[in-house]
């Protein structure tokens, strides 16, 4: 079974500009979450998404959004870059929705932000 | 505010010798505490996790151990390896949200 693949895995771009990073969960998974990781705040929770449907989010600005797709695929995107943007970026796929469950997590998406 | 508090940072540990990493927590309504094993360039990955009705999970050479009353647990690598360097996350979630709040994780470092 494939696992959780993350696209794309590395990125730079500057800052005001947009990103949208894109996030295939294991197959029959239906919950995406999404994680900031930076060497100071470690990880961080940015929003779930199940049935297409956001049902947590994190306290992250708007300018952090997500959506997920009808085969349960998710991109979350961040406008206005800024230099504190920079991390990485993990999606992880949960096997049930309504239920406490393991994390997948993927690779990662490492943004740079000049 | 950090919701889950994790020591220490880093620690360095002797072939064979025992890595303890602790964390602790506020929120009551946490009932699921999981233990994350990252390697660089790797995502997190599952190792072992516990409910509170348990005071002691027991995986091979990982062990959680869970104070309730002290809102305290933590993770034991037995007969630690340099394999078993990497960093370790501990995690809670309450019962109602597939929510997770981190540790700020620890570097292990098994020496030879």
């Known amino acids: 079974k494939a696992g959780v693949t993350q696209t794309p895995r590395y990125l730079i771009k500057t800052r005001g500009q947009q990103v949208t990073l894109s996030c295939s969960p294991i197959?029959?998974?239906?919950?995406v979450s999404w994680y900031q990781q930076t060497p100071g705040q470690g990880l961080q929770f940015l929003f779930e998404?199940?049935?297409?449907?956001?049902?947590n989010k994190g306290n992250f600005p708007g300018r952090f959004s997500g959506r997920q797709f009808s085969n349960s695929r998710s991109e979350m995107n961040v406008s206005t870059l800024e230099l504190g943007d920079s991390a990485l970026y993990l999606c992880?796929?949960?096997?049930?929705?309504?239920?406490?469950?393991?994390?997948?997590f993927g690779e990662g998406s490492r943004l740079t932000v000049l | 505010q950090q919701q889950v508090k994790q020591s220490p940072q880093s620690l360095i540990v002797q072939k064979g010798g025992i890595s303890i990493i602790n964390c602790a927590y506020e929120?009551?309504?946490?009932?699921?505490f999981p233990w994350y094993q990252q390697f660089p360039g790797k995502g997190p990955a599952l190792l072992i996790a516990?409910?509170?009705?348990?005071s002691e999970k027991k995986e091979g050479r990982f062990t959680i151990s869970f104070n309730k009353s002290a809102k305290q647990f933590s993770l034991h690598i037995m007969d630690s390896q340099p394999g078993d360097s990497a960093t370790y996350f501990c995690?809670?979630?309450?019962?109602?949200?597939?929510?997770?709040?981190f540790g700020s994780g620890t570097k292990l470092n098994v020496k030879p």
């Open positions: 516990i409910r509170p009705d348990v």
């Open positions: 995690a809670a979630k309450p019962y109602n949200f597939n929510k997770f709040y």
């Open positions: 992880a796929s949960s096997p049930l929705g309504g239920v406490p469950g393991e994390l997948f």
């Open positions: 929120n009551t309504a946490f009932d699921y």
């Open positions: 197959s029959g998974h239906r919950s």
């Open positions: 998404y199940f049935s297409e449907t956001q049902r």
